[in-house]
């Protein structure tokens, strides 16, 4: 029986930190979703060992760090995060563009469940702002998936 690399996990926490860091209100309203886009990867790159329940507990402690109530994070990401795992063998052939084409609809598709249970919950109206963390997680993926990748090849992560 295999163990879970520290690696992932190492990456899955400083992207829990970036998610919370204190940012500038200006900047802020671009903040990618880092903890999306590491979950992609790794989901993407090793299925076996980062999947649902991944995201599941990953979720939780997005919940706990930010405040929100327990399992509107915990939900978008499992959607996301199972999308990206019943088709991981095809989004593998794709170039690392067209991959950052599918982040952005699988980013889009977190916020709209994240939007949608915020908005059954609290009434939050819709604003177009809402989005721009879709466009910076797109362009962000490339550097994302080098720097990982990198570092799962480095230290042979299985």
């Given at each position: 029986?295999?163990?879970?690399?520290?690696?992932?996990a190492?990456?899955?926490?400083?992207a829990l930190?970036?998610?919370i860091?204190?940012?500038?209100?200006?900047?802020?309203t671009?903040?990618?979703?880092?903890?999306?886009i590491?979950?992609?990867y790794?989901?993407?790159?090793?299925?076996?060992?980062?999947?649902?329940?991944?995201?599941?507990?990953?979720?939780?402690?997005?919940?706990?760090?930010?405040?929100t109530?327990?399992?509107?994070?915990?939900?978008?990401l499992?959607?996301?995060?199972y999308?990206?795992?019943?088709?991981y063998?095809?989004l593998r052939?794709?170039?690392?563009?067209?991959?950052?084409?599918?982040?952005?609809?699988?980013?889009?598709?977190?916020?709209?469940?994240?939007?949608?249970?915020?908005?059954?919950?609290t009434?939050?109206?819709?604003?177009?702002?809402?989005?721009?963390?879709?466009?910076s997680?797109?362009?962000?993926?490339p550097?994302?998936?080098?720097?990982?990748?990198?570092?799962?090849?480095?230290?042979n992560?299985?």
């Open positions: 029986m295999k163990t879970r690399h520290p690696v992932i190492a990456t899955i926490i400083i930190v970036l998610q860091m204190p940012l500038p209100i200006q900047i802020d671009y903040r990618p979703d880092w903890v999306l590491v979950l992609s790794w989901s993407m790159a090793l299925p076996h060992r980062v999947n649902v329940g991944v995201a599941f507990v990953t979720g939780i402690a997005m919940d706990i760090l930010l405040g109530a327990l399992g509107i994070h915990c939900f978008a499992s959607v996301s995060v999308t990206l795992a019943a088709n063998q095809r052939n794709y170039s690392v563009w067209q991959q950052a084409i599918i982040i952005g609809l699988i980013s889009a598709l977190y916020h709209a469940v994240l939007f949608w249970l915020q908005h059954l919950l009434g939050i109206p819709f604003q177009l702002s809402y989005l721009w963390p879709v466009a997680s797109m362009v962000l993926w550097w994302i998936f080098w720097l990982l990748r990198k570092a799962r090849r480095q230290l992560i299985s």
